[in-house]
């Protein structure tokens, strides 16, 4: 196994601003005047035979990663491009197999509108790249990935519901309840939480009994009211306080957004076989990226618009949220998040460089994503 330094190597450094990231489902990505998004043929209600714009295409500054084996060796490229792209595809067709239309058939519809609606796919891919970092194959942990996208599904479903954020607008299309109903949409959301559950369980293949259960309380503990309900709870009191500090801050955003996507990490690593230390050591890297996550959540708030967010822009503002900019500045918390984008890589130390590459590469794209 092959230790490396990551943190300043020239393309880790070099996943800037100036990337421009294409479309998931009919929705556009990228900075200002990147030109206009993809169109879909994914349609509700029914079973997607294949994948026409359902993947989203990531075209950075240097299209791929590569690293020297050698004098007497071959370089192997990298490209992140390529791999999130191989990732979403099979993300979105093991989905749409898992959650198909059936009786009743507007609670279904509802749960794919949401689930099918595109995004960007980043805790599936996490959860498969721990995985196969480990030694594990993507069959092994492919159920993991799709319970940790329908459970952030659910919360994404919630969130948006006039009791919560009120939100009318998510992925460049209209929220969940919408379209569906207030009442459909609460019970669209809770029937993908209890789903991936049953799906985690009974889908999960060539891993072990233990290994499984142990997978499912992770996922239930970072959920709960330990973990991202936590979260929403301080976060909803939270809301028009003038005494919030970065501590507070900190526990909402580790509780609310960090905690699945640890989950997401970890049970790739449990699936795939890691042992104790390389799990413990991917969950650290997975807290400082979902912390970064969040950092970058609330950076884009106030610098993007709607149309490029494909969600409602300024809304931490108006609804007189804690955030990161807000406490310590834009440009402490654009510091900040490079300061967790490091120590991030750092975790990932005396793995393999090459199967590393993905989780590397996965860092430097939520630090530097435009929407």
């Known amino acids: 196994m092959r230790s490396m330094n990551l943190v300043d190597r020239p393309w880790v450094r070099d996943f800037n601003q100036s990337s421009l990231f294409g479309c998931a489902l009919g929705m556009s990505y990228g900075p200002i005047g990147a030109g206009p998004g993809c169109t879909s043929s994914v349609r509700v209600g029914t079973k997607t035979p294949h994948l026409r714009g359902a993947v989203f295409a990531i075209i950075t500054k240097e299209d791929s990663v590569k690293e020297g084996k050698g004098p007497t060796q071959k370089e192997t490229p990298f490209s992140f491009k390529d791999y999130m792209i191989q990732k979403a595809s099979s993300v979105h067709k093991a989905l749409d197999e898992a959650v198909y239309v059936k009786s009743p058939i507007k609670i279904h519809e509802a749960m794919r509108y949401s689930l099918l609606a595109g995004g960007k796919r980043v805790r599936p891919a996490l959860c498969l790249a721990a995985c196969e970092l480990v030694g594990g194959d993507e069959s092994n942990a492919m159920p993991a990935a799709c319970a940790v996208e329908m459970i952030h599904t659910m919360s994404l479903i919630h969130d ?150 494909g969600k409602t822009a300024g809304k931490d503002l108006v609804t007189d949220k804690a955030t990161y900019p807000k406490l310590m500045g834009l440009e402490k918390s654009r510091e900040f998040a490079e300061n967790l984008n490091k120590e991030a890589k750092e975790q990932l130390s005396g793995f393999d460089l090459e199967k590393a590459a993905p989780l590397i590469a996965l860092a430097d794209y939520i630090a530097y994503r435009q929407n």
Request: include cysteine; charge should be negative; proline fraction near 1%.
């Open 160 to 309: 948006d519901l006039p009791c919560m954020d009120n939100d009318d607008l998510r992925r460049g299309k209209p929220t969940n309840h919408k379209v569906f109903g207030e009442d459909v949409a609460v019970l669209a959301g809770d029937s993908l939480l209890a789903f991936a559950f049953e799906h985690l369980a009974t889908a999960t293949s060539g891993v072990s009994s233990s290994r499984i259960v142990a997978a499912v309380g992770e996922l239930a503990k970072s959920i709960g009211a330990e973990g991202l309900v936590a979260g929403q709870v301080v976060d909803i009191s939270s809301t028009g306080q003038s005494d919030v500090g970065l501590d507070q801050l900190e526990f909402i955003h580790i509780h609310k957004t960090a905690a699945l996507l640890e989950a997401a990490v970890v049970l790739g690593a449990l699936l795939g076989g890691g042992s104790d230390e390389e799990v413990e050591k991917l969950r650290k890297y997975a807290r400082q990226v979902g912390l970064l996550f969040q950092v970058v959540d609330d950076i884009l708030d106030v610098t993007k618009s709607s149309q490029e967010l």
